[in-house]
């Protein structure tokens, strides 16, 4: 499969932990066919495996049928992807204040800090299936590590 260019892929995967290995065999390749360093698509990695895992524990429902929607487009130098889930959209996101406020026993909580050091841009917004819409931006135009945003917008949070 080659995603560079102009080939946008959607896809959508049962929600059940068991596929976080395909989605990593893929975002291994995308990151392969952008031309990521080992360091950047190491970041890549664990900010899609992140985002993935949290559809699935936070925002999907253990209902048989349940999805995970995973999807990769290219445009105007940027590298997105967006995981959307199923659950309750921004209403379940924990406000921006509380992030890296966790205590270092706690078994959770990091996920957000992650995604958002470990991606150029980081934005959330209501799908329109209800759920939540998690997009990872990687600046692709000269394929360097890029300038995190940090604005925050109403509706859309831009991080």
Not at 39 to 50: F, N, P, T
Not at 100 to 123: A, I, N
Request: proline share 4%; glycine share 10%; hydrophobic share 35%.
């Amino acid at each position: 499969m080659n995603v560079n260019g102009s080939k946008d892929v959607f896809l959508c995967f049962p929600a059940n932990i068991s596929y976080l290995a395909w989605v990593h065999s893929l975002f291994d390749r995308v990151a392969d066919d952008y031309g990521f360093s080992l360091q950047r698509k190491h970041r890549l990695l664990v900010a899609v495996s992140e985002a993935f895992t949290n559809a699935i524990i936070h925002g999907s429902s253990q209902e048989k049928g349940s999805v995970v929607e995973v999807n990769i487009t290219s445009k105007d130098g940027w590298l997105n992807i967006e995981v959307i889930d199923s659950g309750h959209g921004l209403s379940k996101l924990p406000p921006q204040s509380a992030w890296g406020r966790v205590s270092p026993d706690s078994e959770g909580g990091r996920g957000l800090d992650l995604m958002r050091g470990l991606s150029d841009k980081l934005e959330f917004s209501e799908s329109p299936n209800g759920g939540l819409a998690v997009r990872l931006g990687y600046n692709i135009s000269d394929n360097h590590p890029g300038q995190r945003a940090g604005t925050i917008v109403d509706k859309n949070i831009t991080v």
